[in-house]
């Protein structure tokens, strides 16, 4: 069995900056892509960003020049610098993984953590 568990989220004012982090953890023998998606109240989950097991990242118009996605294969960890936080951002930040095991590749998902940028 596979976890990710985010950790990072909370309150911050607008223009302010917050860090996700998402460790993996269980029986995987590989972790390819990697992903940040997001879902405001009454709103569709979105993703947000993603990065590769090379490093090849994407991201979403609404958090492009402001938000790197990044990751440490040895720690089995993504990242998520977001930077001018604006209300829109608020929203539970969920971590996503494709992950191979020994039964087949899947996508697994963490509990989210909440984000919420007010004033």
């Known amino acids: 069995q596979v976890q990710l568990v985010e950790s990072g989220g909370g309150l911050v004012q607008p223009g302010g900056s917050l860090r996700l982090s998402c460790a993996a953890s269980?029986?995987?023998?590989?972790?390819?892509?990697m992903a940040w998606y997001r879902q405001a109240p009454g709103k569709q989950r979105e993703l947000v960003a993603s990065?590769?097991?090379?490093?090849?990242?994407n991201y979403a118009d609404s958090v492009k020049g402001r938000s790197t996605i990044s990751r440490d294969n040895a720690k089995i960890t993504v990242y998520l610098q977001m930077n001018t936080l604006k209300p829109e951002d608020t929203a539970v930040y969920y971590c996503?993984?494709?992950?191979?095991?020994?039964?087949?590749?899947?996508?697994?998902w963490g509990q989210g953590t909440q984000v919420t940028v007010s004033a």
């Open positions: 269980g029986l995987a023998l590989r972790i390819n892509n």
């Open positions: 996503n993984a494709d992950v191979l095991t020994s039964k087949g590749s899947s996508a697994y």
């Open positions: 990065i590769t097991r090379g490093g090849s990242t």
